[in-house]
């Protein structure tokens, strides 16, 4: 890319003098999970996770029986033949009983309950009933994600980037693209994961079951910023999911105030040649839709919070916060600055 | 401790050509040049399976006589080789010699056709995938075809200065061997650069 | 069951050594000293310890890499690495593991031992040998190089296109992953050939396949596994060379490429490609047991058909790394049967062992330890693995660090534990003097517990929504104690491995003696003195059995193959199955000719970086040295 990485992490901020006490925290947090969960495959939010997180509790319950009975045959074993008796092997025709129950019944055991519900689960995570509800295009850029809202016919009803909106409870039909690396979609909450590939278009489909705001993050190699491509999913109740995608097709507001106006003029100058903000002359495709920017959680893909403070420092310096993403630093000056600062909090 | 001995090799031979651990060397190489090759067949079957047209529209596929003469050549070609030796193994100089000569001419004839053919391909390696596969191919098997070539110039080389009889012959059985295979990979190769266009 | 074959014949004529012959075989097989000489040998077991000291020397340097990795992730929002160079330490970290240690390290044993173990005093090809290490080296050393003048890949291990293409890699990066990983390819595939045909052709007379030592069946296993995996991703490296320097379109969808023929041709490779590393491992765990155990191993037939069985399997399941590719849920469900199959002949193998430990009087022994860390870690990982098989819970892991523990636990408890295991069994061997056993105990002890606390809460994380592959994480997912913890266990595991390393350096001149067959073991390396004389086995056996030493010991003679000459380097030719005596081969003595071939070689491909006409010039120039190295020499002997 034509990134210029530069040697600083992130913010360059909390560093080894708190690790010492995460050591001492981590102890605890091995029992407990100290998250909230809303970027976990425990913490199922759809029917299509909770399907895969029972599988694997199954999972883990299954493993822990073969792992303890392969430990205890080990030990018993080892420890009969310590004695001053000298070595006490079993019998042929036990050896042979253990060899076929362990290694060959209870594999194959396994293996049938894995291809069953391997295929029972797969089918119901992967049925398609049609027509969905709600079609969204979502497609991997280098490092952030456009979403495009779809009507029934196809045609385009919004744009918008880093947070999806979804109703809870309908069916949402996602048709996965790039036009550049691969990348790999990932809400641990609501589903599997579903790679993005140039030159092909993949579907995933499932029903968010509540409401709720949950993180996905990419979840293939795509290059220098591939950990900090992170997006929100708001699951919202159906007729405000409704009034919010409304309110996503409207081109951005008039600015009020001179000050919002003159930070339009330097967004045209500075922005518009990377960023649409739809109802201006702002129509660049190489980075975020920003009509509705404000309505944001978070900038930068999900990677700090959408306060003016967060996005003067984005604006002025972004390579600090995501070395080597592709939108260049501006060092405008402080009244310009306050100008467009202004200009984009209007931007609801 | 007893040392006693009960096999005493003394008096075997120390050249075996069919056993010997050269050939069957030459046997695996072989192997792996074979999987090369199904990989290359696979790679070209799996990007016309994902094309819309194949060859790409306003392509035709390449001309067929050209290769049509380079199979026989080649097809030709191993049956000299197998006279080489078969003369070889009479201790018939003159046959090995006219064998290998022969067997060298035919591959230089297929590397001068080959050639010429690429001239003539209507497109460039650069232009699409399918420009791509077919002249990896055809570079791959020309290379091969030069190396063959070499490797049996060495060997006539050293048949002319009378280094071979039908004792010492190892090197003349490993290189037939690989002509072998050389000469008849273009069968996979014709058949898939040639006819899978037009058939498929 | 006795271990006494009746087929020993009392009438043989006795035989004796001569002092003058042994001295004769002695100066037929020295290789030559001083700084060329260097450069000169072919016997197979400074070849087998060059590969090993090398690719252990690869192993430190690449896991100094994980520790680095680990002081990355150990907070969020961390900047000890940025992205580009973290990119680049995990690709090098895992290319190194894979390619430079992994492979060569089995190979080394292999190289090593095997040929020792079926009685032999060279593998069949000496000269290509030694070329196989040069290209290592020189691939090796070009590949680890890239990372100290910062260009080295950050594609990941595995490469993927379009990220790797010109367009997104632009650097020297991604060409030096290719060009290097074909060449050290190359050098696996010579070594496998070479091992394939010293195996079948070259066993000492009567050491039938069904004879032979189960560590040689693994070294079988895997070098076909290797001959039919290797060249398909030599053709995938080949394409995208192709594609990065000459603007061919195999990977460029605009122009008709296609991203997912480069995963099925990487993973055709890639998925038998950690069985080849795992059943050498296989290989000395039956070793290790048998001899600590001392009586035969349970199950022999079962182990090799297992074996058998893994590497034939192993072709078939390629596409469980690609099941989030979108590719249609039929085929997929078909390679979801086949991946968890493959319980079948490791649970197989698992339980032989544990039939042929029950109750049986072990020395625990540090080799044994080693061997039995890898129980309780291998059954873990291999759990977790079939657990990905299963395609809908796999869709919620893969990519994850999830992934990052199952195949450490795989790779450091399937491979890595045995192998050090086995270095431990056979360091007296090639050293002549034993590895201390406490600072072995000791290293064996954190090794284990610091895995363990390294690589079990990448699980949680995983699970968690943790990604692989991410330089950074922001703070508040509740990743931060687990990552912490696990950064925590590296240094415990690392100190482990160090350990080791250090016990290895010192034993070399303070070890205790350990004369010719320390641990009582049964199989033919041990017949040799320790280290053992140039031409290894002083009088090639007779073999009556798969427990040579044993049989010998309670007969209390042997027998021997007489009539090979000692002026010049000779062996034993047998048939495939019988191991009946065919014919002797004639081995070529020390040259420079493999080195300069090699260095031929690699101004090809290391010039291929530069323009692709370095690939015609390095064909023709290693053509030619070939021919130089083949060159009968004058005066053609008349024997
Ligand atoms: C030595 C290396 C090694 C070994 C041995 C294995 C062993 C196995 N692996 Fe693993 N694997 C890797 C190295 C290895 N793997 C690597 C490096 C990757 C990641 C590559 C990357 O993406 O970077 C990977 C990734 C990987 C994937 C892809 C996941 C993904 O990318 O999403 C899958 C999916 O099926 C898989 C499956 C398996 C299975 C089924 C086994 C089986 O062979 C395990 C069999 C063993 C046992 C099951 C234990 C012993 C048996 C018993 C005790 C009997 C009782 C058992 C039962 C009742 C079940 N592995
Ligand atoms: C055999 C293979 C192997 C082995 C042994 C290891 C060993 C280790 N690995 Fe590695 N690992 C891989 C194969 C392996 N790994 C692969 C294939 C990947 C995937 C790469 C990719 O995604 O592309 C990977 C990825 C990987 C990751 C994921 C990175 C990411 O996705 O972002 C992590 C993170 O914790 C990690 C950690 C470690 C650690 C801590 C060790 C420890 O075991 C290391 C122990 C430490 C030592 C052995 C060092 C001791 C030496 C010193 C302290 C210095 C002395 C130095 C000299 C004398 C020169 N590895
Ligand atoms: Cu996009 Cu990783
Ligand atoms: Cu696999």
Redesign the pocket.
């Known amino acids: 890319m034509t990134a210029t990485p530069s040697p600083f992490g992130p913010s360059g901020r909390r560093r080894t003098a708190q690790a010492a006490a995460r050591l001492a925290a981590a102890g605890a947090l091995l029992a407990g999970c100290a998250s909230d969960g809303s970027q976990s495959a425990l913490n199922p939010k759809s029917p299509d996770a909770a399907l895969i997180a029972q599988l694997w509790w199954w999972f883990l319950g299954v493993s822990a029986v073969v792992l303890a009975v392969v430990v205890l045959v080990l030990a018993v074993g080892l420890l009969r033949g310590r004695g001053a008796q000298g070595a006490r092997p079993l019998p042929e025709s036990r050896r042979w009983a253990l060899v076929v129950s362990g290694g060959i019944v209870a594999p194959a055991v396994a293996i049938l309950g894995i291809v069953v519900s391997g295929l029972w689960i797969g089918r119901e995570t992967g049925a398609r009933p049609t027509p969905p509800d709600v079609t969204v295009e979502v497609a991997g850029k280098l490092w952030w994600w456009e979403v495009r809202y779809r009507d029934a016919q196809g045609g385009l009803i919004a744009t918008t980037a880093n947070e999806i909106h979804l109703p809870v409870g309908r069916m949402v039909r996602l048709l996965l693209l790039s036009d550049n690396v691969i990348h790999s979609f990932w809400v641990p909450n609501l589903d599997g994961k579903t790679d993005m590939i140039p030159g092909q278009v993949n579907e995933l489909w499932f029903a968010p079951g509540e409401a709720g705001t949950y993180r996905g993050q990419c979840a293939e190699?795509c290059g220098v910023q591939h950990a900090l491509m992170g997006f929100l999913v708001v699951a919202t109740e159906p007729a405000e999911f409704e009034a919010w995608l409304a309110h996503q097709a409207r081109p951005a507001a008039e600015p009020e105030g001179a000050l919002a106006r003159r930070g339009r003029e330097v967004f045209q100058q500075s922005c518009a040649r990377c960023h649409t903000v739809r109802g201006t002359a702002a129509r660049g495709g190489q980075g975020p839709d920003l009509t509705h920017l404000a309505g944001r959680r978070t900038l930068a893909a999900a990677t700090i919070p959408n306060t003016r403070g967060h996005l003067g420092g984005w604006i002025a310096d972004p390579q600090s916060i995501k070395p080597g993403n592709l939108m260049p630093g501006f060092a405008l000056d402080p009244p310009d600055l306050h100008a467009l600062l202004a200009y984009l909090e209007q931007l609801e | 401790m007893d040392t006693r001995s009960t096999v005493d090799v003394a008096g075997f031979s120390r050249f075996a050509a069919n056993r010997h651990p050269l050939w069957w060397g030459v046997l695996w190489l072989i192997m792996i040049e074979l999987t090369v090759v199904s990989a290359f067949i696979v790679s070209y079957f799996y990007l016309m399976r994902s094309a819309e047209a194949w060859p790409p529209a306003g392509i035709e596929p390449p001309p067929l006589l050209w290769p049509s003469v380079n199979l026989a050549l080649l097809l030709a070609s191993m049956v000299t080789m197998w006279w080489a030796s078969w003369g070889l193994n009479r201790d018939n100089r003159a046959v090995l010699i006219a064998g290998l000569s022969l067997s060298l001419l035919f591959h230089c004839t297929v590397l001068a056709l080959r050639w010429r053919e690429m001239q003539l391909f209507g497109f460039k390696w650069s232009d699409h995938a399918y420009g791509s596969i077919v002249w990896t191919i055809t570079g791959f098997h020309f290379t091969h075809i030069a190396s063959a070539i070499v490797g049996t110039a060495v060997v006539l080389v050293l048949a002319i200065r009378g280094y071979f009889n039908p004792e010492r012959q190892l090197a003349v059985v490993v290189d037939t061997l690989y002509w072998y295979f050389v000469s008849a990979a273009w069968v996979p190769f014709y058949l898939t650069l040639y006819w899978a266009p037009r058939l498929l | 069951m006795t271990l006494t074959d009746r087929t020993f014949d009392p009438g043989a004529p006795a035989v004796r050594d001569d002092p003058e012959e042994t001295r004769r075989l002695e100066e037929t097989w020295r290789s030559p000293s001083g700084p060329v000489g260097w450069f000169m040998p072919v016997n197979q077991r400074i070849i087998g310890r060059r590969f090993i000291v090398t690719a252990f020397?690869f192993?430190?340097?690449?896991?100094?890499?994980?520790?680095l990795?680990?002081l990355q992730?150990a907070v969020p929002e961390n900047s000890l690495l940025g992205p580009e160079l973290?990119n680049q330490i995990?690709?090098t970290?895992?290319?190194t593991?894979?390619f430079l240690?992994?492979i060569p390290v089995v190979e080394g044993f292999a190289i090593f031992m095997a040929p020792m173990m079926i009685g032999s005093r060279d593998m069949a090809f000496p000269r290509l040998n030694a070329f196989g290490y040069y290209v290592y080296l020189i691939g090796g050393v070009a590949f680890f190089g890239s990372l100290f003048v910062g260009l080295a890949p950050a594609a990941?291990?595995?490469n993927y296109v379009p990220l790797a293409n010109k367009e997104f890699s632009p650097g020297l990066g991604v060409g030096i992953w290719t060009t290097m990983i074909t060449f050290i390819e190359v050098s696996a595939l010579t070594a496998a050939v070479e091992l394939i045909v010293t195996i079948l052709k070259l066993r000492a007379p009567g050491m039938s396949l069904n004879r032979m030592p189960l560590f040689v069946w693994s070294v079988l296993v895997m070098a076909f596994m290797i001959l039919f995996a290797m060249p398909t991703i030599i053709v995938a490296s080949l394409l995208l060379i192709l594609d990065r320097l000459v603007d061919t379109k195999f990977f460029i969808v605009e122009a008709g490429g296609e991203p997912l023929l480069w995963q099925h041709l990487f993973w055709f490779f890639g998925h038998p490609e950690v069985y080849i590393?795992l059943v050498p491992a296989l290989g000395v765990i039956s070793s290790v047991i048998t001899t600590f155990t001392g009586r035969p191993i349970f199950g022999y037939t079962a182990l090799v058909v297992s074996l058998v069985a893994t590497g034939f399997i192993s072709f078939g399941l390629w596409v469980h790394h690609m099941f989030a590719t979108g590719l249609p849920q039929l085929g997929l469900s078909f390679f979801m049967a086949a991946s968890a199959m493959i319980a079948i002949p490791n649970g197989v193998q698992v339980f032989c062992w544990l039939a042929s430990l029950w109750g049986a009087k072990i020395r625990l022994a540090t080799p044994m330890l080693w061997v039995l860390g890898f129980f309780v870690i291998f059954v873990i990982g291999g759990l977790t693995g079939v657990m990905v098989a299963s395609i809908p819970f796999d869709l919620q892991v893969h990519g994850t660090?999830f992934l990052?523990a199952h195949?450490?636990y795989v790779?450091?408890g399937g491979?890595?534990f045995p192998l050090i295991g086995g270095l431990y069994y056979w360091y007296p061997k090639m050293t002549g003097r034993l590895m201390s056993e406490r600072l072995g105990k000791w290293s064996f002890w954190l090794a284990f517990l610091?895995?363990n606390l390294?690589?079990f809460p990448?699980h949680q994380l995983g699970m968690e929504g943790m990604?692989?592959?991410?330089?950074t994480y922001i703070d508040g997912l509740g990743w931060e104690g687990m990552n912490l913890l696990?950064?925590a266990?590296?240094v415990v595991?690392?100190?482990?491995?160090?350990l080791t390393?250090f016990n290895f350096w010192v034993s070399m001149r303070r070890g205790r003696p350990a004369g010719d067959d320390p641990w009582g073991a049964p199989t033919l390396e041990w017949r040799t003195s320790s280290p053992p004389a140039p031409y290894n086995h002083r009088h090639v056996a007779v073999v009556h059995g798969r427990y040579p030493l044993w049989q010998e010991r309670e007969a209390g003679r042997r027998e021997v193959v007489i009539g090979l000459r000692s002026d010049r380097r000779e062996m034993v030719v047998t048939s495939i199955l019988d191991a009946e005596p065919q014919s002797v081969q004639v081995l070529p003595g020390p040259t420079i000719w493999p080195f300069v071939s090699a260095v031929a070689a690699s101004t090809g491909f290391i010039g291929i970086l530069v323009s692709p006409i370095f690939f015609v010039i390095g064909f023709f120039l290693a053509f030619f040295s070939f021919v130089g190295w083949l060159w009968p020499r004058r005066p053609w002997r008349e024997d």
Do not use: D, K
């Open positions: 190699l | 020397v192993f430190l340097l690449a896991g100094a890499l994980g520790l990795i680990r992730l973290y995990v690709t970290h895992g290319t593991m894979m240690f992994a990941g291990w595995f590393i660090f990052v195949f450490h790779l450091i491979a890595v610091g895995f390294t690589f990448m990604p692989r592959r991410i330089y696990a950064t266990g590296s595991l690392a100190l482990g491995f160090l390393a």
